[in-house]
């Protein structure tokens, strides 16, 4: 190899580097908008400050990242309007779909969510017409091991994909997921048993649809009631695993 390829080659490696380096970034403050500084930075991407302080003026000066008076770091609005068009367009289309899977389980809270970076994003939601009901929000984000949208998410992967994303988590969780994608590419659903919120229960289809997004159903329930109606919730989502929404 010549001095000119050889030269080309470590710009490429180091452009590479620089982009899964912004997109970790980008990863760790929308899991946490607007609370994160420089040096939290530092410490969870396990980078110098000056570097990340390199990285945050290249993605504040793009528009991606925006930084509030006391340095705390939230997604830049050129960002927020990518992702709420896609998000927009995909609950437009999903809608019909969740609507029934609420009327299906007598009035249950129905969530739509996109697999973002290493996190589930909210996009729409059917809330629960109990009394007692588990409701979450719009643009919030949820962990992909502790919750039914994020670990049917996980097998709607790749086993690449899915590979990737299990080693960011300690090898006991890693085993224990693992496990739980196998099952859930078996038979469909996946399930959160009092995992992400104490009390609460779960279950979630999810499937890769068009423009390479991830997208989940999940219905979460106050556990004494999930145990009464399981059945009948996972066959409103196994109903709603067969709707023409997932190829348009």
């Known amino acids: 190899m010549g001095q000119t390829e050889r030269h080309s080659a470590t710009n490429r490696d180091e452009g590479i580097q620089v982009l899964r380096?912004?997109?970790?970034?980008?990863?760790?403050?929308?899991?946490?908008?607007?609370?994160?500084?420089?040096?939290?930075?530092?410490?969870?991407?396990?980078?110098?400050?000056?570097?990340?302080?390199?990285?945050?003026?290249?993605?504040?000066?793009?528009?991606?990242?925006?930084?509030?008076?006391?340095?705390?770091?939230?997604?830049?609005?050129?960002?927020?309007?990518?992702?709420?068009?896609?998000?927009?367009?995909?609950?437009?289309?999903?809608?019909?779909?969740?609507?029934?899977?609420?009327?299906?389980?007598?009035?249950?809270?129905?969530?739509?969510?996109?697999?973002?970076?290493?996190?589930?994003?909210?996009?729409?939601?059917?809330?629960?017409?109990?009394r007692l009901r588990a409701v979450?929000?719009?643009?919030?984000?949820?962990?992909?091991?502790?919750?039914?949208?994020?670990k049917a998410a996980l097998a709607a992967l790749d086993d690449a994909d899915a590979e990737a994303a299990l080693s960011r988590f300690d090898a006991e969780t890693a085993d224990k997921l693992r496990d739980e994608v196998a099952e859930v590419r078996r038979t469909g659903i996946a399930?959160?048993?009092?995992?992400?919120?104490?009390?609460?229960?779960?279950?979630?289809i999810a499937k890769r649809i068009s423009g390479d997004n991830v997208v989940a159903i999940s219905v979460p329930t106050p556990t004494e009631r999930f145990l009464e109606k399981e059945q009948r919730i996972v066959a409103a989502l196994r109903a709603a695993a067969d709707s023409p929404a997932w190829t348009r």
């Open 21 to 130: 380096r912004a997109a970790a970034a980008l990863d760790e403050i929308a899991a946490e908008p607007g609370t994160l500084r420089l040096v939290d930075l530092g410490e969870r991407l396990g980078l110098a400050k000056s570097t990340v302080r390199r990285l945050m003026v290249g993605l504040t000066e793009v528009g991606l990242v925006s930084a509030d008076s006391h340095g705390r770091f939230s997604l830049g609005e050129r960002l927020l309007g990518f992702g709420s068009s896609t998000g927009a367009h995909i609950s437009a289309i999903f809608r019909p779909t969740i609507e029934r899977v609420a009327r299906a389980t007598d009035g249950e809270t129905v969530d739509l969510s996109l697999l973002r970076g290493h996190r589930m994003l909210f996009i729409d939601q059917i809330e629960s017409t109990h």
């Open 136 to 150: 979450s929000a719009v643009g919030v984000r949820f962990p992909l091991d502790a919750t039914a949208n994020g």
């Open 191 to 204: 399930f959160d048993r009092d995992e992400h919120t104490q009390g609460i229960s779960a279950a979630a």
